[in-house]
């Protein structure tokens, strides 16, 4: 299905050069391959890692980018010529981790590239208008559960979507299936938004960064929060669906990878970069002036964790029918 990505390589390989060596003193021609064309997410976490590490690493970090399936063609590239590059990283998202938990990518997986680091993150929320009847979490769960399939949820993505997985894992967390919930896809989180305040959906599956506007409206409530604990200000104060006894979080992360090849010398060159780069204050201003909250792991712990997390996405997909 992915064929076309064998012949993407060489058209890829044009503008994407070969880095050079990575010392224990520093890497030599940093690279961070934006894998889309200018603008937009990847392009912007690109812009965090050479902003971020201008004082880490000795020569100046090159943006370049490399569109195509959104992510498949670096992927492709990174696993075939690039195998081993030790002067670049690629940009991830939480989209591409579930591109490759549910097989967009061909035969290319999490398992098939080194996670580096991360540039932040955004964290899901569950939301709802603010005369809703539903008051707390545990509402639309009992609901859920005595009722199958007569809540209306409702996004900025289509079924199998990120925004869809944050309400599939919700109700795995409480055994129930997902193919039974009623799900109306929006164009964006926008026209989701629209939707929760005209009442076309009654919960709204979306993101705690999105909702800075919102906080002093009135016009809708945050019943929960997807993050592993409990945000910093402005979030403090609603309570995460862990700690309500949920298992469900779900992490926007951003990040870079490395080619599964690269040696333990270039990878722990970039990984003590970033852990330097997360310690100063102007790398949590570049996070903040990019809309991103603060998430910094590198290392093994985030190439563990980022493979579990994929692993889990694939499940609920199975059990979904989304994927065999």
């Known amino acids: 299905m992915y064929n076309y990505l064998k012949a993407a390589v060489a058209a890829a390989s044009v503008f994407c050069s070969i880095a050079g060596p990575a010392t224990a003193?520093?890497?030599?021609?940093?690279?961070c391959v934006a894998p889309a064309k200018?603008?937009?997410?990847f392009d912007l976490t690109c812009r965090v890692a050479q902003s971020g590490l201008k004082d880490q690493i000795a020569e100046p970090m090159q943006v370049s980018f490399m569109p195509g399936g959104i992510g498949a063609v670096a992927i492709n590239v990174f696993n075939t010529i690039r195998t081993d590059d030790p002067g670049a990283i690629v940009a991830f998202s939480s989209g591409s981790l579930l591109n490759m938990a549910t097989g967009k990518y061909g035969e290319w997986g999490a398992n098939d590239v080194r996670f580096l680091a991360t540039a932040g993150a955004d964290f899901g929320a569950v939301i709802v208008k603010s005369d809703s009847p539903f008051q707390s979490l545990d509402d639309i769960m009992a609901k859920a559960q005595a009722e199958p399939g007569s809540i209306i949820f409702g996004?900025?993505?289509?079924?199998?979507?990120?925004?869809w997985m944050k309400a599939a894992l919700l109700l795995k967390s409480r055994d129930l299936d997902p193919k039974q919930m009623r799900y109306v896809a929006m164009d964006g989180g926008g026209e989701a938004i629209a939707g929760l305040l005209g009442g076309f959906i009654e919960v709204y599956l979306g993101d705690v960064g999105e909702m800075v506007s919102h906080l002093d409206s009135g016009d809708m409530r945050i019943l929960a929060v997807l993050s592993p604990e409990r945000l910093p200000e402005p979030f403090a104060q609603f309570p995460t669906a862990i700690e309500l006894g949920y298992d469900a979080e779900w992490t926007i992360m951003r990040g870079y990878y490395m080619g599964k090849n690269v040696s333990d010398e270039a990878y722990n060159t970039w990984v003590n970069a970033?852990?330097?780069?997360y310690k100063t204050e102007e790398f949590?201003?570049?996070?903040k002036e990019k809309g991103l909250l603060p998430l910094n792991i590198a290392g093994e712990e985030l190439d563990a964790d980022v493979k579990a997390r994929v692993e889990k996405m694939r499940a609920i997909a199975i059990d979904a029918g989304l994927i065999e």
Do not use: L
């Open 38 to 41: 200018p603008g937009g997410g």
């Open 284 to 287: 949590a201003t570049i996070q």
């Open 155 to 163: 996004a900025g993505g289509s079924v199998g979507s990120q925004d």
């Open 274 to 277: 970033f852990n330097a780069a």
């Open 25 to 31: 003193a520093g890497i030599e021609k940093p690279e």
